[in-house]
């Protein structure tokens, strides 16, 4: 048989990476993932606001978020679109732009409860893997890790102590001018934590293969560095 020499053209495609990025709240994971990607060429998806938009549905439609049977009956009329523009996540609800009617404090705490029913987690993952498969995102969440992305290219479980974060926050409620103490703001981030790593279903915690990465030293710059680097360290250049 003749053996081919003549040079082939290599016509694989290379796919961009993806990357999880999972850990508690308040430890500055979503700036820190929307700089990285924007510096790697890599879409940043934060999923914390899938589940506030659900949360917001049951908010606005005076639906209890603690009633399991409640927010399954009403999911079906949940309207959610989700597209990018710049690089920027859009999340729509029933055809209207949610913006920041998903960050207020009863849409944080509707969505935390939201978060814990199996049929809203169900009702999410098609739109979070449907980009997974598109590649080339940063996904920020709880469980992107161990659950959404188990074959992610990169896993990065970002972190902080709850005395940083606490810190942190007050620091930021100060500065909006909302009387709060620090004890009380340490208190609300414990038991959020405490909620989240200790639900049934797809509690908070770092995937087997993830990367730990604990903030609490440096800089927001640092942060940015150093997760940069952890990615294209693990992707052998592909960013
Ligand atoms: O990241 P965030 O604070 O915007 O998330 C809002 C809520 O959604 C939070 O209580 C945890 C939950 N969440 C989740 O259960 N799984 C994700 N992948 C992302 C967020």
Redesign the pocket.
């Known amino acids: 048989m003749k053996k081919k020499t003549g040079k082939r053209k290599d016509k694989r495609v290379v796919k961009l990476p993806n990357v999880a990025v999972d850990g508690p ?1 308040g430890a500055g994971k ?1 700036t820190v993932a929307k700089l990285a990607a924007a510096r790697l060429g890599l879409i940043y998806v ?4 899938l ?2 938009t659900v949360g917001l549905y049951m908010l606005e439609n005076g639906v209890d978020p603690d009633d399991a049977e409640a927010v399954g009956a009403a999911l079906p009329d949940v309207r959610i679109s989700l597209t990018f523009e710049d690089g920027r996540q859009i999340l729509s609800l029933g055809g209207e732009e949610v913006g920041d009617r998903i960050r207020t404090e009863d849409a ?1 705490r509707y ?2 409860a939201v ?1 814990k029913i199996p049929a809203v987690r169900a009702f999410l993952l098609e739109e979070q893997q449907k980009l997974v498969r598109q590649g080339g995102i940063i996904m920020d ?4 890790g161990t659950v959404i992305m188990p074959d992610a290219d990169v896993k990065i479980y970002y972190t902080a102590a709850a005395s940083t974060r606490a810190e942190r926050r007050y620091k930021e409620q100060r500065e909006k001018g909302i009387e709060i103490t620090y004890e009380e703001v340490l208190a609300a981030i414990e038991a ?1 934590d405490k909620q ?1 790593s200790e639900r049934e279903i ?1 509690p908070l915690r770092p995937a087997d293969d993830a990367v730990i990465f604990e903030s609490d030293d440096y800089t927001i710059e640092e942060c940015v560095e150093r997760v940069c680097a952890i990615i294209r360290e693990r992707t052998n250049g592909r960013v």
């Open positions: 709240s979503s934060d999923t914390g606001a589940y506030r944080s969505a935390s978060s969440g709880r469980d992107i959020r989240d797809a």
